[in-house]
């Protein structure tokens, strides 16, 4: 059971990155998939989720209006697009798949499988 985290890198302020995320040994069918970052010194905080069968897709308020998840239903894989970087989004950021509920879907506790994580710099 793997899912691997890509895409990160150093980018200045104001740029965009493009995260992605492939799983293999596991489906996402019926389960809840997200994207979490960490920065040093700092907890684990959500970005975004979805429920791969379908329906809204959650941001965090910091990812509003920035930050876009989608998926690719034939590749088994999600992205996270990211605009209008800021120098505070630095963190790894991890994909995560797990049975959340709607209500949890922001809690990296319910989520079982989680990828290795990507670094994600930005410079001012």
């Known amino acids: 059971v793997q899912l691997q985290a890509s895409g990160g890198g150093l980018v200045q302020a104001g740029g965009s990155l493009r995260l992605s995320c492939a799983a293999s040994g596991v489906t996402f069918r019926n389960r809840a998939v997200g994207w979490f970052r960490q920065a040093p010194g700092k907890e684990r905080e959500f970005v975004a989720a979805l429920r791969w069968s379908g329906g809204t897709t959650y941001y965090s308020d910091s990812a509003k209006g920035r930050f876009t998840m989608s998926r690719d239903n034939a590749k088994t894989m999600v992205y996270l697009q990211m605009n209008s970087l800021k120098p505070e989004d630095t963190a790894v950021y991890y994909c995560?798949?797990?049975?959340?509920?709607?209500?949890?879907?922001?809690?990296?506790?319910?989520?079982?499988?989680w990828g290795q994580g990507t670094l994600v710099t930005v410079s001012s």
């Open positions: 995560a798949a797990g049975n959340a509920i709607i209500s949890q879907m922001a809690n990296h506790n319910v989520y079982n499988y």
